[in-house]
């Protein structure tokens, strides 16, 4: 008796899906589409806490080492002052010549 009554009842979704092709192609469709879209969005939501952690941990790198914050530099953080000659000797400059490039020349075919 109980065979019978799954029979009908398997037979009826066959039936469904004959008269109304919504069901057998586009509710599974829409479904993977919507259950899709909600994974990536946790995966997404996932990575950026990761980006959102580690730059963090950054910025209080550089907190510590530059006395800088995101809001701006550090209160009690004094200042060097830059001369700018004294930069340029630290940096070599040479001084040098222009010299053309031979162009390659080009076979004519």
Excluded: C
Aim: net charge positive.
């Amino acid at each position: 008796m109980a065979s019978s009554g799954n029979r009908s009842l398997s037979s009826n979704f066959k039936r469904l899906g004959r008269t109304n092709p919504f069901l057998k192609y586009g509710v599974p469709l829409i479904s993977l589409t919507i259950l899709g879209s909600l994974g990536l969005a946790h995966l997404q939501q996932g990575w950026k806490d990761v980006m959102s952690a580690r730059d963090d941990r950054e910025w209080r790198a550089i907190a510590v080492s530059r006395s800088i914050t995101r809001e701006g530099p550090v209160a009690g953080a004094e200042k060097k002052k830059l001369n700018l000659e004294e930069e340029l000797k630290k940096v070599e400059v040479k001084p040098f010549d222009y010299k053309p490039i031979p162009r390659p020349k080009h076979s004519e075919n």
